[in-house]
């Protein structure tokens, strides 16, 4: 079984400066995927970045990037340039290579002030 | 190509009532997952399909609540009987294969209110 946990239920951060988005996670399996999504207030799941256990470099998205440490079984989510349009719920989740469901965390809100 | 479709968007039933979600996957999907995402918390799987099978529902109570996903037409959640404590949003995603590379493409979700 997948553990994620988000241990941030709550940021600010002002606008055009960058902010680094905590999630760690657990599991047995040797093979498995990191998810990125946000949610805004109206509600749908919008896929942000995906990190695979075996990628040897960082993913990134534009401005979004993975700063993964497996060894720490971390992968935080760094968003640069926060823009106002950033507000939103983030959540991180995991898949096992042998699953097929995804584990997701409890989110953290971040809000992008003027 | 048209994303994940769920409808309605919003559903207001009474206790006691039948709450019928829809999903249509995207296409070329044959992956169809179900997700409920209670007040302040994150998603938390219930139920997986592929084309006319349930491969696994241990997510989904076993009480009131069922899944299919029939050779024609979109992925049905149905929920008999609602209580309160159904209200939630609910999320159906799809995807092309079990590749854990594949991230779940998710539809906008439906609101479901029990009054």
């Known amino acids: 079984a997948q553990k994620i946990t988000q241990t941030q239920p709550g940021m600010f951060v002002q606008e055009k400066e960058a902010v680094t988005l905590d999630c760690t996670y657990d599991?047995?399996?040797?093979?498995?995927?990191l998810f990125w999504y946000k949610q805004p207030s109206s509600g749908e799941m919008i896929f942000l970045i995906y990190?695979?256990?075996?990628?040897?470099q960082n993913a990134t998205e534009g401005r979004y990037s993975l700063n993964f440490q497996k060894a720490r079984k971390s992968a935080n989510l760094v968003i640069s340039a926060s823009q106002l349009g950033d507000s939103a719920m983030y959540f991180c989740?995991?898949?096992?290579?042998?699953?097929?469901?995804?584990?997701f965390g409890a989110g953290t809100t971040v809000t992008v002030r003027a | 190509n048209a994303g994940v479709m769920q409808n309605p968007r919003h559903l207001v039933r009474r206790r006691g009532q039948e709450a019928r979600l829809r999903c249509s996957p995207m296409?070329?999907?044959?992956?169809v997952y179900w997700y409920r995402q209670l007040p302040e918390e994150g998603l938390k799987f219930m139920v997986y399909?592929?084309?006319?099978?349930?491969?696994?529902e241990s997510g989904m109570p076993k009480e009131r609540f069922s899944a299919e996903f029939p050779k024609e037409g979109p992925s049905i959640l149905r929920i008999q009987q609602v209580v309160r404590g159904d209200s939630a949003a609910y999320f159906c995603?799809?995807?092309?294969?079990?590749?854990?590379?594949?991230?779940?493409?998710f539809g906008p979700g439906t609101r479901l209110t029990v009054l």
């Open positions: 990190q695979g256990s075996y990628d040897e």
């Open positions: 989740a995991m898949r096992g290579s042998n699953d097929y469901k995804l584990s």
């Open positions: 399909l592929q084309k006319e099978n349930i491969i696994d």
């Open positions: 599991t047995s399996d040797q093979s498995y995927g």
């Open positions: 296409k070329g999907h044959s992956h």
């Open positions: 995603a799809s995807s092309p294969s079990l590749a854990s590379y594949n991230e779940q493409f």
